[in-house]
T-cell receptor, first 116, second 113 residues
Framework: DTEVTQTPKHLVMGMTNKKSLKCEQH?????MYWYKQKAKKPPELMFVYSYEKLSINESVPSRFSPECPNSSLLNLHLHALQPEDSALYLC???????????????FGQGTRLTVV | GQQVMQIPQYQHVQEGEDFTTYCNSS?????IQWYKQRPGGHPVFLIQ?????EVKKQKRLTFQFGEAKKNSSLHITATQTTDVGTYFC?????????????FGQGTILTVHP
C-alpha cells in the first residue's frame, strides 16, 4: 500500500466553524507533512512531524492546529479561518533516514478547502 | 531565506517537441527532487538527485544536478500529451532541518496534439 489517504476531499466551512482534516498512511513512514497549495503555486510547507513529534512549524497562524495521534495518522484542526485560507491542503509522508537526507515524499490527493 | 527559482513558468509545445525546465538555488543544496502534478491532481515524485554533476534518466526524461549543486534541469524528449502537468523541483538547503524542502514555482507544460 503506497497510498496517503486524505479526508474529506472537499470542505466548505464558515469563518466561525471548527473542522478537521485527516490524513492516513500505512507505509511505516515516520515523517508526515502538511502543505498548503494555492492555484498555480507550489506547495508551501506548513508543518513537519517526525516520529509523532512536531519538528517544523513554518510560522503558521494558530488557527491551524496540527495533531499526530499515532504514526499512521495526521490531523489538521481548523478554527476561525479566513477566506484567504481557501486552498488545497496536501498531506505527505516519507521515510526518515539518519543523516537528515530527504527521501521520496508521497502526497495524498488533498482536501480542497473553501472558507466562506 | 532560501530561494529556488524555476523557469520557464509556462511552456507550450507541439507533441513530439522537446521540453526543458530549469531550477536555480541561491544556496548550495544537499539534494533536489522533482515532482509532477497533473491538472487537478497531487504532486507525484519523479526522482531525487544527490551527487554533484549527477545525471539520471527515466525513459524520455533526463534529470541533471549541477556541479555546484545549485542548479538542476529536467529535459523531456519527444513530448507526449501524457506529459501535460506542472513540474516542480524541490530542494533541501545544506544544513537545513530534515523535511524542509523548498519548492520552485513550477513549470506548467501544455502539449498540443
Amino acid at each position: 500500500d503506497t497510498e496517503v489517504t486524505q479526508t474529506p476531499k472537499h470542505l466548505v466551512m464558515g469563518m466561525t466553524n471548527k473542522k478537521s482534516l485527516k490524513c492516513e498512511q500505512h507505509m511505516g513512514h515516520r515523517a508526515m507533512y502538511w502543505y498548503k497549495q494555492k492555484a498555480k503555486k507550489p506547495p508551501e510547507l506548513m508543518f513537519v512531524y517526525s516520529y509523532e513529534k512536531l519538528s517544523i512549524n513554518e510560522s503558521v497562524p494558530s488557527r491551524f492546529s496540527p495533531e499526530c495521534p499515532n504514526s499512521s495518522l495526521l490531523n489538521l484542526h481548523l478554527h476561525a479561518l479566513q477566506p484567504e485560507d481557501s486552498a488545497l491542503y496536501l498531506c505527505a509522508s516519507s521515510q526518515e533516514k539518519r543523516g537528515g537526507m530527504n527521501t521520496e515524499a508521497f502526497f495524498g490527493q488533498g482536501t480542497r478547502l473553501t472558507v466562506v | 531565506g532560501q530561494q529556488v527559482m524555476q523557469i520557464p513558468q509556462y511552456q507550450h509545445v507541439q507533441e513530439g517537441e522537446d521540453f526543458t525546465t530549469y531550477c536555480n538555488s541561491s544556496t548550495t543544496l544537499s539534494n533536489i527532487q522533482w515532482y509532477k502534478q497533473r491538472p487537478g491532481g497531487h504532486p507525484v515524485f519523479l526522482i531525487q538527485l544527490v551527487k554533484s554533476g549527477e545525471v539520471k534518466k527515466q525513459k524520455r526524461l533526463t534529470f541533471q544536478f549541477g556541479e555546484a549543486k545549485k542548479n538542476s534541469s529536467l529535459h523531456i524528449t519527444a513530448t507526449q500529451t501524457t506529459d501535460v502537468g506542472t513540474y516542480f523541483c524541490a530542494g533541501l538547503r545544506r544544513g537545513t532541518s530534515y523535511g524542509k524542502l523548498t519548492f520552485g514555482q513550477g513549470t506548467i507544460l501544455t502539449v498540443h496534439p
